[in-house]
């Protein structure tokens, strides 16, 4: 089909930009750390969100090809920060399901780390319950390996899934991201204030991290603070960025 061949075209010509969204400390609104989020400079359609190509590109040959590069240019961009005033920055990364089919997740992963010089704990892959799923039988090892290694590993989108309990279990996780449908409806609805919580308490349980996300409103941020959230992410705080706007914000221009 045409994008998908607009997609290889565009990892030839280098249309594929970094955006970064901040995640603070609910505390004091410090830095903390950021999620590297994928876009499209389109030379005709403008700057596209995932939404607009992701499918396409996950069932495209240069998936894992896109992935590489996010790694890379997400590790070296922490690493730049770190040494301009951010020394704890941590750095999010989406993983996709190509990166784990292909079977050097683990390797790739340590090898960009050694390359770019970012400790592992610097380094944190989101995942998705949808990809664990479907990925299963090739998603445990290679997390297993980084997770030894040191590298944080995130649970996206928590509490949406079929399976948010077992996967627990079963998957060497440090924090737990709380999908931003519950923040959103946390102060209108009992319900979801009650999941939030349960999101908190099982996150403390098992000893993770627990990050909540899509926090819009000072109301959002008081009631997660008050429940022990210590982290968060959302518009509130920042919307996804280019990297240039992002050291300005936070004054890592060196
Ligand atoms: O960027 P935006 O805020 O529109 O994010 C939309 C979705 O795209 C999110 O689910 C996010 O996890 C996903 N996404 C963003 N960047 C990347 C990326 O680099 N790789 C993968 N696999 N998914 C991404
Ligand atoms: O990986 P994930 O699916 O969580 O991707 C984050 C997505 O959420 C991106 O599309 C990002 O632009 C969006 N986002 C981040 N913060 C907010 C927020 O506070 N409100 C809303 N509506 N969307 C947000
Ligand atoms: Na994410
Ligand atoms: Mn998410």
Known sequence: RRLRGALHDAVRRGEFVLFY??????????????????????????????????????????????????LDQACRQAVRWRARGAPGFRIGVNLSAAQFQRGDLAETVARTLVRTGLPPAGLELEITETIVLRHDDVALAPLARLRALGVGIAFDDYGTGYASLSLLKRYPLTRLKIDRSFVTGMTSSRRDETIVRAILQLGHGFKLDVIAEGIETEREHARLRAKGCREGQGFLFGRPMPAEAFAARYGLDG
């Open 21 to 70: 969204q901040p995640q603070v400390s609910l505390a004091d609104g410090s830095l903390v750390g950021a999620e590297a989020l994928l876009r499209w400079r389109h030379p005709r359609d403008g700057l596209l969100a995932p939404a607009a190509f992701l499918a396409t590109l996950e069932s495209s040959s240069c998936a894992a090809e896109v992935g590489d590069w996010v």
